[in-house]
């Protein structure tokens, strides 16, 4: 039988223990807020409310959620110890639970605890609801793939979780960037309404369409800030979220990741283009079903945008349409030369279905928030179009009522 001292002793030493990682972890997350490059602030930092005790911040793998976060805690505490940046990928918390550490966080002093990709740690969702549920005086702040449900697929948070998505960096967060500049950002009803306006005091700063290309090609992710070739990182990226995000949240086997990486070459080299799940199925080797649920999983993954006929946007149903989710993707896949039109395409629709509704329009190209329809990179002149429909043109810097330039809806967000 364990005598009292023997048991003091080994309470002492799980004490210390415990404080000493504790200032590991500080003494990391200083070394990170210290050497952190941040040249803008994310839009999305605007938008969340940051007064909300459990906030979960999801994306896709590589748009720098990481460096969010630390810029979050950099810029409303400083190197103050009432915040900590934690990574889970920390092999501490293999034997230590996320509700323990709050709770000697919060008893230490601390207010707000920053967990980066959660998602790696088994039962998250259970332990953030008890912290949720009993720590009244602690927020949380967490990060996690794109795929991570948040939503009522997730019961043990839904209607408790402040969700938002970090997307890569919009057109007008890259141009801040290059260029030096302070742009802000624009709503889709300001566009519309005052487009020619803004379009002119911007172009009275900035030759946008100077920046435009280069956007397509290496502008989405934050990896051009980086010393390190644009898309040997990309690729290493998709890899990555191929065999761990899907994989692993979506119980996907290994040994059909050669058909998930199949299908997603195939979609790559096709896109914009109506899907054949029967053709798809065939090609792939695998049955209908199977093949929308990877198209569903892709699109999770922020890989591929699905685009549905108005009121259609769900797994079950068949896209009009599949896209790259961005122009850098569609890089990643061609060698050579890629079709301009195909490229704006994908910019409009990346764009815009930041915070709007898109779907496909048999009258054009997009039908956008349910009424508005948009004509890209068209021939049609304006005296063609009926009302509720645009023209969006490429090599224009300032358009004319119901014709607006392409490079401006990289101002949304």
């Known amino acids: 039988m364990q005598s009292l001292d023997s048991k003091k002793r080994e309470i002492t030493f799980i004490f210390v223990s415990q404080n000493k990682a504790m ?12 050497h952190l490059n941040s040249p803008v602030t994310r839009e999305l930092f605007r938008v969340i409310d940051w007064d909300q005790r459990l906030i979960g911040i999801k994306g896709a793998r590589g748009v720098g959620k990481t460096t969010f976060l630390l810029d979050f805690a950099r810029q409303t505490y400083g190197l103050d110890k009432a915040c900590l940046y934690i990574n889970m990928n920390n092999l501490y ?8 550490f709050a709770d000697e966080f919060r008893k230490t002093g601390g207010k707000t605890l920053i967990l980066d990709q959660i998602y790696k740690y088994p039962d998250w969702s259970k332990e953030l609801r008890y912290c949720y549920d009993n720590f009244k005086d602690l927020q949380i702040v967490f990060s996690g793939s794109s795929v991570m449900p948040l939503d009522e697929q997730n019961p043990e948070l839904f209607g ?28 889709f009803d300001e566009i519309l309404k005052d487009h020619v306006g803004i379009s002119r005091e911007i172009v009275k700063k900035v030759k946008p369409l100077a920046f435009y290309n280069d956007y397509l090609h290496h502008g989405y992710y934050p990896y051009f800030l980086e010393k390190h070739n ?33 299908l997603l070459y195939l979609v790559a080299k096709s896109a914009p283009f109506q899907p054949n799940i029967s053709k798809l199925s065939s090609e792939v080797e695998t049955s209908r079903a199977t093949i929308m649920n990877y ?12 685009l549905f006929e108005p009121g259609d946007d769900s797994q079950a149903k068949k896209p009009a349409y599949i ?46 928030n349910g009424d508005k329809v948009f ?4 021939e ?9 429909h645009y023209l969006v043109k490429n090599m224009i810097e300032v358009g004319d009522e119901n014709e607006i330039p392409l490079w401006l809806f990289g101002f949304l967000h």
Request: neutral net charge; contains cysteine.
């Open 380 to 388: 049609m002149d304006r005296s063609e179009l009926e009302g509720g």
């Open 230 to 262: 644009y898309f040997e990182k990309l690729l290493k990226t998709i890899n990555f979220i191929l065999e761990i995000d899907i994989s692993y949240l979506q119980q996907v086997e290994l040994k059909y990741l050669p058909k998930l990486r199949k």
């Open 93 to 100: 918390f293999t034997s230590r639970s996320i509700v323990s």
């Open 295 to 306: 198209l569903n999983y892709l699109n999770q993954a922020q890989l591929i945008n699905l």
């Open 323 to 368: 896209y790259m989710q961005n122009p850098n993707l569609v890089y990643s896949v061609y060698n050579g030369e890629t079709d301009q039109s195909l490229l704006n395409k994908t910019f409009f629709y990346n764009q815009v279905a930041y915070n709007n509704s898109v779907n496909f329009c048999k009258e054009g190209d997009f039908m956008v």
């Open 160 to 187: 408790r979780v402040s969700a938002y998505t970090l997307e890569g960096f919009s057109f007008r967060e890259y141009l801040n960037i290059k260029g030096g500049y302070d742009f802000p950002s624009y709503s």
């Open 23 to 34: 200032q590991a972890f500080y003494k990391t997350h200083r070394y990170r807020i210290e």
């Open 375 to 378: 004509h890209v990179d068209s």
